[in-house]
Each structure stands twice: as C-alpha cells, then as structure tokens.
T-cell receptor, first 113, second 116 residues
Framework: DGGITQSPKYLFRKEGQNVTLSCEQN?????MYWYRQDPGQGLRLIYY???????QKGDIAEGYSVSREKKESFPLTVTSAQKNPTAFYLC????????????FGPGTRLTVL | AQKITQTQPGMFVQEKEAVTLDCTYD???????LFWYKQPSSGEMIFLIY??????QNATEGRYSLNFQKARKSANLVISASQLGDSAMYFC?????????????FGTGTSLTVIP
C-alpha cells in the first residue's frame, strides 16, 4: 500500500537535545512538507521540498533543519535552538500541480521535558 | 493578508442536520485549487474534497459538497446529514499556480461538534 510513514508516533526528549523525526513516502511524489501544529491551532509550514537536494524555508523554519537526499525521505531535525519544540508534527507529500492534494502521515507528537 | 480565512472557530450541529463551514481565500492567480481536510482527535489529516478554479460545477463527494463562489472568493464546505463521526477539526486549504512552488496555505480551522 502506498502512503506516508512517520516515526516514531510519540517522542520524548530532554531540553537541549537535538531530535530527528522521520518521514518516508512511497507515492513517488516530488514535493514533501513539514508542518507544526500546536493544540487547538492550525498547521504552520516549517520546510518544504519540491525536488531532491532542494528545500525552502516555511513560515517557522528557525530552530529546525531538513535534508532531502532521496525522493522518498524528508527527515526533520528539531535543534536545541528551537525555543518551544513541544508540538504535533505532520509530514505531507504531493504531486505537482494545483489539482493535486497533499497526503499526510499520521504525525509525531514530540514532548520536550 | 491571510491567504485562507476561516471565521468560525467552533460550530455545533444536530445529528442528521446539514452544516456549512465557511472559507474565504485571497489570491491573484487565475489557476488555483481549493481543498478541505478533516482532522479527528487522532490527529490524522483526511482529504475530503477538491475544487479547481476553472471548474464550473460545485464539487461533491458523498455527503460533502463545496459551495464555490468565485467572485466572492469563498469555498464553503457543506456537510449533509451530519453524523457523530463528523465531529472533528476541518481545515480549508489553497494551492496556487506553479510560480509559488507547490506551497499549500491552510486556514486556522473550524471545530465541528455533532450533537446527538
């Protein structure tokens, strides 16, 4: 079955530690995205990538980093520079073109203690 | 300016009744797509319905329909015959033409509660 996987589902880290969230898709989509969602809030774009080895900052990129070495994978690193990293993180992918929707992974809930 | 505006933070509807969730958008592109997603308490994002800017007919998918008024830049979601399982957050989103790099813009969402 095609889809997007994110791991782990729940993640706990101590303050000051970097942590990497995994996102893998087998939909052959060129574009991939990372969003952050705080309780009761909407989605805020962190980073997105249109093709391999290329990515752009979204609205809240500070304190985060990404890589896109393979079409299938778009990992997100939450660095110690991110002031308030506790949140729900969603990864998505899509084909190019305005008619194509985003497919979302199940999300990772990160808690920094 | 906000690309997508959802002005209803929370809505209530009686089971089996219809409900309309509002969405207005802002774009100068001629070619764009409008999407609605449902997010239950589990957190997953479920795609519901799509409307293209050039589509002449309003989109429908089962109990979901999109009331597309292009001149008013609105794309309201109508859910008919509400069910308890429709209780969730609903997000409106827009995707503009090629020159904006495949980015999606999301609204702040509307929390829908279906009352038995």
């Amino acid at each position: 079955d095609g889809g997007i996987t994110q791991s782990p589902k729940y993640l706990f880290r101590k303050e000051g530690q970097n942590v990497t969230l995994s996102c893998e898709q087998n939909l052959n989509h060129d574009a991939m995205y990372w969003y952050r969602q705080d309780p009761g809030q909407g989605l805020r774009l962190i980073y997105y990538s249109q093709i391999v080895n290329d990515f752009q900052k979204g609205d809240i990129a500070e304190g985060y980093s990404v890589s896109r070495e393979k079409k299938e994978s778009f990992p997100l690193t939450v660095t110690s520079a991110q002031k308030n990293p506790t949140a729900f993180y969603l990864c998505a992918s899509s084909l190019a073109g305005v008619r194509n929707e985003q497919f979302f992974g199940p999300g990772t809930r990160l808690t920094v203690l | 300016a906000q690309k997508i505006t959802q002005t209803q933070p929370g809505m209530f509807v009686q089971e089996k009744e219809a409900v309309t969730l509002d969405c207005t958008y802002d774009t100068s592109d001629q070619s764009y797509g409008l999407f609605w997603y449902k997010q239950p308490s589990s957190g997953e994002m479920i795609f519901l319905i799509y409307q293209g800017s050039y589509d002449e007919q309003n989109a429908t998918e089962g109990r979901y329909s999109l009331n597309f008024q292009k001149a008013r830049k609105s794309a309201n979601l109508v859910i008919s015959a509400s069910q308890l399982g429709d209780s969730a957050m609903y997000f409106c989103a827009m995707r503009e033409g090629w020159n904006t790099g495949n980015q999606f813009y999301f609204g702040t969402g509307t929390s829908l509660t279906v009352i038995p």
